[in-house]
């Protein structure tokens, strides 16, 4: 099992999150076959709320390791490298409808956890030797991508909804190391600052 | 060509001639003008013809040479060249200028024919190459590219080399240009030849700021160096500038971009913008801003230093945006340290290496290796781990068949440079053998095994060297080296002997190879138990009688394992006697002991050990034990963990000597353990875990002659003395009034713990409950200490002891492990008796000596002592005016009647003092006899009082008032002492208690009484009272008594006795007249009242 987790998965992971998936795709219609690999937990909201709080308790520490361990002057200047400048983040609104909300939370999500698979590899190749740092952006990815699996199990369990459209972060392999920098920086100040208002939501 | 050659030359001159002074500058002037309108004059006669002929060349082979064509010369010229000392070749041309063969050195002359419709017009010119200029064409810059990413210039061009005739050196200037306002950046000079073919010819330049920050232009010319051209050579034109930019796009941008550079280099980045920056910053250093084309600014950082592993942050900011770029500055790769190959298994090698100084340089900027074999061409890379922590640096490479000789090289790349280290092994002397594993043994006998073991590895080129390493948990440690030829990948075996049976062993491999390089790591162990033997010696036996002495108890000790064997199953015991052997019993091996009943014969018993392979040689010993006479009990004392014992050395002795021992508490047959030592040992050191300190063992050591045994030593010791667990158990046995006799007992051996060495007995005074005997061994002074070192002393007598004292005595016995617990009891002496006898009785003594010395002095002194404290009173029978007729009284001789004689009274005159409190010393006792009757009248009155005073007299009963006539003639004179005895005046009711006590003569003495009613009592009592009394009544006589109420009123201090007197003489006592009487003193006690009542005592 944890050599499908560990080749399987990723794998999955990559081409599902692949740059630039394409033009938004429709929610699965109502009427649509929805089924789960695996049967989803009875008190998926319970999970979803716990991991949202998981997730917005260590979105500071996670944004404060990442701008120190970028070195100067990203700690001094925060707001113009750092600030949550993401244009094409997903949207959300935290009076929608649980359904509504569900699909925006799977859209931030996916946006998120494509990111951070992008952070973690610049970190990396950038920083080998930030293990806290390391340590820190997979344990958040890995929070992530059950709260992605307990969410598209909510979603098809209780409203039927097999497929959310959704939209990811520009890829930084191509860039310049201090693009690389700036935008993890940007993601993650928008990250805890998202992440905060979604888990309020819930 | 002439002209022009003046023309050329003159101006030289002229310089020349500056140099000499304004002057002569003049008159040369003066003079090239007069020349020229000369020459102007002869010209003009040519008027038409051409002029100034000049030749240049481009290649050296064809000269261009060109005139100026006259000023009438129109359209349709035709000019002839022709030159004269060649083979007249001549070249016609319309215009002013021809291409002529580049003409040999030398002067050649040339004619210039102008030829029109009127005649012909020649001029004529002489040409020399000095006079030709070697001008090269203008280079062409075939291509300029740009590598924006290294900021490298690559300029390409031809240099046209197939238009020289031959070899020539060609000199490019190439200049570099930057911005739009061309600032000259470079300018380079680049050698080449040209070899008579065209060449295109390459340069780069990098620039030290990012090509994107400005737009670059470059220019090229030359400069042909032809040693063999006189001419004149001059640099071609410049070419056409090219030109590099950056096509920025619409973004912001910092450059360079993630740019490896050295440590302590300069570098400058620019910021291609739209935006106005405002500030830039490398870290938390600001930079000050270059400007550069439009918005476009630059920083230059100088001395850049090390990057931490994510690089060195450089930004830009704006109004609103901060813009940036990464640069990562480190270090080449050092060279590589301790370079080392070699292999496990001779199938592979194994290259490691240390880098050395770190390039601070990370990720996809690390250092890679390549190790690269240069016998057989073949390399291989270092792949870095993500993770560098720790990181070994090591490489494996394949090894070739039939190679053993390799030479590697190790080279190490980073982005900032390259390094390399070289090693040549030979890789069969480098052999660092694998763990071996697989370890087995198997049993040749009971003293040889065979070990076997798999160890992978192509060695069968080689020999190995292998170390067994043999442990047994009582011996120490074998190491056992083998040499085996090598094998392919298989296992090796070998036999191990020397062994011991029965005995677990523990077997470890490792190995190497002959040439020893190293040794493998250890193999696991493996425990392997060797099969029986039958055991190699006999038991070691002892041999006791019982307390009754009817059974012999025959003793022996388990064999060791290296004499065992085996597994001992069980002892067979035997007894012979003149060669008669019985075997007694077996015993099962748990059982050492076995028990004989035999009688008194001198009996072998034989004791063999059996095991599951056989019996062991029998052990003897005899049963009875040669005496010893001479045999002393001795003692010693062990060195803490056991006890040397010593003897001398006895030839006698065939066999071993025996030290047995016991604790010396245990009961018959007393046996602990026995020690065997050789014949020829002359000591032994007894050791055992079950001895103890503090507890006394008994040591018998045995000498041995024919298996027999004889006690030659007895000695009793410790293995380490301790002090006394408890304190003697004293007495007292006796108490008297000085000393104290205490007995004590011995300390049992148990609780002695050594070996006594005294007692120490301390005593001081001291009661129960509080006298405590603290800090023994402090010295105090106060307390005495006997040291009795004498053992056999069981009593001590303590002297010099005071009596009826409470003593505090402690006794404590020592040895030399210390001082015991002490014992305390408290003691009181008894009385003396005979001191205190004499203690009364020397007062007593005392006291009737004194009296007795007192009674004879006053004895002997009986008439100096009546007159001076009691004189004889007159005795008024011996008045004869108190004269009695005998008759009225005859029969009563003592008793005789008053005599009316002439009665002479006695006269007391009392001296006082005004003071009230006179000094002894002032008080003097004055004779009886009136020696200074004349005196007393001199005296002041309120001096002295003058009493009258009679003698007492036997009291009568019939008082006749004519005695008062009758009186004696004896005087005396008192001094007044009232003062002296003041205390004991007596008040006037004391004196009315006892009134038979003052009978005879005493003062009449009065204390002041203020209460009249009292003074009524009193003379109401004293009318009763014997002695002398006034003998008329008081009423009457109130005047001249001095206790009346009227002498305390005239003066409360001076009170004036009373003076009793005889009724004969009363009336000479008190005198008529109370006024002219002194007055008393007050209530003064006489010392004549001491001696009052003596005379009737």
């Given at each position: 099992m944890k050599v499908l987790a560990a080749g399987v998965v990723p794998l999955l992971l990559v081409l599902h999150w692949k740059h630039g998936a394409g033009s938004p795709l429709p929610i699965t219609p109502v009427n649509a076959t929805c089924a789960t690999r695996h049967p989803c937990h009875s008190n998926l909201m319970h999970q979803i709320r716990n991991q949202l709080a998981q997730l917005n308790g260590s979105a500071n520490a996670l944004f404060i390791l990442y701008y120190t361990a970028q070195g100067e002057p990203f700690p001094n200047n925060l707001d113009k490298l750092c600030g949550p400048n993401v244009t094409d983040f997903p949207p959300f609104h935290a009076n929608g409808t649980e359904k509504t909300r569900l699909v925006e939370l799977y859209r931030i999500i996916a946006y998120l956890g494509a990111s951070l698979g992008n952070i973690t590899r610049d970190q990396k190749v950038l920083n080998p030797n930030a293990l806290s740092l390391h340590s820190k952006l997979n344990a958040t990815a890995d929070i992530m991508r059950g709260l992605l699996s307990n969410v598209l199990c909510r979603l098809c369990n209780k409203y039927h909804v097999a497929h959310v459209d959704v939209a990811y972060g520009p890829d930084t392999s191509g860039k310049d190391v201090f693009q690389k920098k700036k935008l993890g920086c940007q993601l993650l100040g928008k990250y805890k600052q998202v992440i905060a208002v979604v888990a309020q939501a819930f | 060509m002439m002209n022009f050659s003046l023309r050329l030359r003159r101006p030289s001159w002229m310089v020349d001639s500056k140099r000499m002074g304004m002057t002569t500058d003049f008159q040369w002037l003066l003079l090239t003008c007069i020349l020229l309108y000369l020459m102007n004059q002869v010209n003009s006669q040519k008027r038409g013809a051409p002029r100034d002929l000049k030749c240049i060349t481009?290649?050296?082979?064809?000269w261009d040479c060109s005139w100026k064509a006259p000023s009438g010369a129109g359209h349709g010229t035709v000019y002839e060249v022709c030159?004269?000392?060649?083979?007249h070749s001549c070249y016609q041309s319309e215009k002013t200028n021809t291409q002529i063969p580049a003409l040999l050195p030398g002067d050649h002359e040339i004619t210039i024919n102008r030829l029109y419709d009127f005649g012909n017009l020649i001029s004529k010119f002489t040409l020399n190459e000095k006079n030709v200029s070697l001008i090269p064409d203008t280079p062409e810059i075939l291509n300029l590219s740009a590598d924006f990413s290294t900021s490298t210039l690559h300029l390409k061009w031809n240099d046209r080399g197939s238009v020289f005739p031959y070899h020539l050196n060609v000199i490019w200037e190439i200049k570099i240009l930057r911005k739009e306002n061309m600032e000259i950046v470079k300018l380079v000079t680049h050698n080449t030849t040209v070899n008579g073919k065209d060449t295109v010819h390459h340069w780069s330049w990098t620039s030290d700021?990012?090509?994107?920050c400005a737009t670059h232009s470059v220019g090229i010319r030359c400069y042909v160096d032809d040693p063999h051209f006189s001419g004149h050579t001059e640099w071609s034109d410049w070419s056409p500038l090219k030109n590099v930019s950056w096509s920025p796009d619409s973004q912001t941008k910092v450059f360079p971009q993630d740019k490896v550079i050295l440590v302590g280099s300069d570098i400058t980045f620019c910021c291609v913008t739209q935006e106005k920056v405002l500030s830039a910053q490398i870290g938390q250093t600001n930079c000050p801003l270059i400007h550069l084309d439009g918005e476009n600014v630059a920083i230059k950082i100088h001395n850049i230093s090390v990057s931490a592993n994510s690089g060195t942050n450089v930004v830009f900011t704006t109004e609103d945006n901060i813009f940036g770029t990464v640069i990562f500055a480190g270090y080449p790769p050092d060279i590589p340290q301790k370079l080392n190959c070699e292999t496990c298994d001779l199938k592979e090698i194994v290259c490691t290496w240390n880098p050395g100084r770190p390039t601070a340089l990370v990720g996809p900027r690390n250092t890679s290796y390549t190790l690269f074999e240069s016998f057989s061409g073949k390399y291989v890379r270092f792949k870095r781990v993500e993770?560098?922590?720790?990181e070994s640096y090591q490489l494996f490479f394949q090894m070739r068949p039939n190679q053993e000789i390799y030479n590697f090289t190790l080279n190490a790349r980073n982005p900032l440079g390259r390094s390399e280290s070289t090693i040549l092994v030979n890789i069969t002397e480098k052999v660092y053998p694998r763990i071996p594993t697989s370890i087995r043994v198997k049993d040749i006998n009971s003293t040889a095994v065979t070990l076997s073991w798999h160890l992978p590895g192509n060695f069968g080129k080689i020999k190995l060297l292998c170390q067994i390493e043999i442990n047994t948990t009582n011996s120490v440690q074998e190491l056992r080296n083998v040499t085996i030829k090598g094998v392919e990948n298989s296992s090796y075996l070998v036999a191990v002997d020397k062994l011991n049976p029965y005995t677990i062993y523990t077997f470890r491999i490792r190995c190497s190879t002959e040439t020893f390089w190293k040794w493998s790591k250890w193999s696991n162990e493996k425990k392997y138990l060797t099969t029986e033997a039958i055991p190699s010696k006999g038991p070691d036996t002892w041999r006791e009688w019982s307390s009754d002495g009817k059974n012999l108890i025959i003793y022996w000790k388990p064999l060791p394992i290296n004499e065992a064997n085996g597994k001992i199953l069980s002892y067979n015991v035997s007894c012979s006697l003149d060669e008669e052997t019985q075997s007694l019993s077996e015993i099962p091996d748990p059982q050492h002991k076995a028990e004989l009943q035999l009688d008194k014969n001198d009996y072998i018993i034989s004791v063999v050990a059996k095991n599951s392979v056989g019996s062991s040689p029998p052990s003897k010993i005899a049963s009875m034990e040669i005496p010893n006479d001479d045999l002393k009990v001795e003692q010693a004392v062990g060195m803490g963990n056991g006890i040397l014992l010593t003897w001398n050395y006895d030839p006698n002795m065939t066999c071993d000597y025996v030290i047995k021992w016991c604790n010396s508490s245990r009961s018959e047959p007393c046996l602990m353990d026995w020690k065997k030592v050789p014949s020829n040992s002359t000591e032994a050191v007894i050791e055992s875990d079950q001895f103890r300190p503090g507890v006394r063992y008994n040591f018998f050591l045995y000498g041995c002659r024919n298996q027999g045994y004889q006690l030659l030593r007895s000695i009793i010791g410790y293995i380490e003395e301790l002090a006394p667990i408890v304190a003697p158990n004293f007495t007292v046995e006796d108490t008297s009034a000085d000393s104290i006799l205490v007995k004590w007992e011995d300390i049992p051996v148990e609780e002695l713990r050594g070996f006594l060495r005294g007692y120490l007995f301390y005593f001081e005074k001291g009661e129960r409950d509080t006298s405590k005997i603290r800090?023994?061994?402090?010295?105090?002074?106060?307390i005495k200490v006997k040291n009795i070192t004498d053992l056999s002393q069981k009593t001590l007598r303590i002297a010099d002891l005071q009596g009826k004292t409470s003593y505090h005595l402690v006794l404590r016995a020592y040895t030399d492990g210390g001082m015991g617990p002490e014992k305390s009891m408290f003691v009181v002496t008894k009385e003396n008796s005979v001191g205190l006898i004499i203690a009364i009785l020397i007062p007593v003594a005392v006291a009737v000596i004194v009296g007795v010395v007192t009674s004879i002095l006053c004895y002997r002194k009986r008439e100096w002592i009546k007159e001076t404290f009691y004189p004889d009173i007159p005795n008024p029978e011996n008045c004869k005016a108190l004269q009695f007729q005998k008759s009225v009284c005859e029969g009563n001789s003592p008793l005789k009647t008053l005599e009316m004689n002439p009665c002479t009274p006695n006269n007391v005159e009392v001296l006082e003092t005004r003071s009230t409190v006179p000094k002894i010393e002032d008080t003097e006792i004055m004779s009886p006899v009136a020696e200074r009757p004349e005196e007393s009248s001199d005296a002041e009155p309120e001096n002295h009082v003058v009493v009258s005073y009679c003698p007492p007299v036997i009291e009568e009963e019939t008082p006749t008032p004519g005695a008062d006539e009758a009186g004696g003639t004896s005087q005396v004179v008192y001094i007044d002492i009232q003062s002296m005895y003041q205390p004991q005046a007596k008040p006037e009711e004391d004196q009315d208690n006892d009134p038979v006590g003052g009978a005879g003569y005493k003062p009449q003495m009065h204390l002041p009484v203020p209460a009249a009613v009292g003074d009524l009592a009193a003379e109401d009592d004293l009318d009763k009272t014997a002695g002398y009394r006034p003998q008329a009544n008081v009423n009457t006589w109130s005047l001249v008594s001095p206790d009346s109420p009227r002498s305390t009123d005239s003066n409360s201090e001076t009170v004036s006795f009373g003076s009793p007197c005889s009724i004969n003489s009363r009336q000479f006592l008190i005198p008529p007249k109370d006024e002219d009487s002194p007055k008393s003193n007050g209530g003064g006690w006489s010392f004549t009242n001491f001696f009052q009542n003596k005379p009737n005592d």
């Open positions: - | 481009n290649n050296l082979q064809v030159i004269e000392n060649r083979s700021m990012p090509l994107e993770a560098p922590t720790n800090g023994l061994e402090s010295g105090r002074s106060d």
